[in-house]
T-cell receptor
Framework: EPEVTQTPSHQVTQMGQEVILRCVPI?????FYWYRQILGQKVEFLVS????????KSEIFDDQFSVERPDGSNFTLKIRSTKLEDSAMYFC????????FGPGTRLTVL | GQNIDQPTEMTATEGAIVQINCTYQ??????LFWYQQHAGEAPTFLSY????GLEEKGRFSSFLSRSKGYSYLLLKELQMKDSASYLC?????????????FGTGTRLTVIP
């Protein structure tokens, strides 16, 4: 059964460093998403992506964040200068109808 | 905007039935989803309602009333492995991408 994959599973970084989180959506899906979940809190929408451009972004998705689909398979989330409060699980999702979530990347900012 | 409410925690006995309620307010409703999430893992899809009524899927059923902004997830014949968080999510149809907006989740504990 096709699935969304994400790498790495766990990323530890120093405050102020750049990180890139990678996702491979399900191959025939057209819509891609990033969500985050701070420990013990709800899943929060960050950004949606369709037809090679951002469809919508939340207030969380400020100038420090960017997304890219550099080739036909990868979908990346970049955080330019990480802050302590960026520590969270980051989930990628893709869909045609229902959304399927990847296993997540746990980002720890020290 | 979106406002989604569900109880924080529930406890139920193995073999029993439990109902998890969700109320929502949204400007562009385009479907309601239930996801299961075990600690440290990704949400996994359980059910989807866009029209009023009951959708049944094995031990899991989900109900929707759009006029009341209300849904519930019904779990029958509870098993210990059903201990998890259950996330109610509303799909926003105002944007073409149909983003999901999640409630805080209901942590269900199944006891022997």
């Amino acid at each position: 059964e096709p699935e969304v994959t994400q790498t790495p599973s766990h990323q530890v970084t120093q405050m102020g460093q750049e990180v890139i989180l990678r996702c491979v959506p399900i191959s025939n899906h057209l819509y891609f998403y990033w969500y985050r979940q701070i420990l013990g809190q709800k899943v929060e929408f960050l950004v949606s992506f369709y037809n090679n451009e951002i469809s919508e972004k939340s207030e969380i998705f400020d100038d420090q964040f960017s997304v890219e689909r550099p080739d036909g398979s990868n979908f990346t989330l970049k955080i330019r200068s990480t802050k302590l409060e960026d520590s969270a699980m980051y989930f990628c999702a893709s869909r045609n109808n229902e959304q399927f979530f990847g296993p997540g990347t746990r980002l720890t900012v020290l | 905007g979106q406002n989604i409410d569900q109880p924080t925690e529930m406890t139920a006995t193995e073999g029993a039935i439990v109902q998890i309620n969700c109320t929502y307010q949204t400007s562009g409703f385009n479907g309601l989803f239930w996801y299961q999430q075990h600690a440290g893992e990704a949400p996994t899809f359980l059910s989807y309602n866009v029209l009023d009524g009951l959708e049944e899927k094995g031990r899991f059923s989900s109900f929707l009333s759009r006029s009341k902004g209300y849904s519930y997830l019904l779990l029958k014949e509870l098993q210990m492995k059903d201990s998890a968080s259950y996330l109610c999510a509303v799909r926003d149809g105002e944007t073409g991408a149909n983003n999901l907006f999640f409630g805080t989740g209901t942590r269900l504990t199944v006891i022997p």
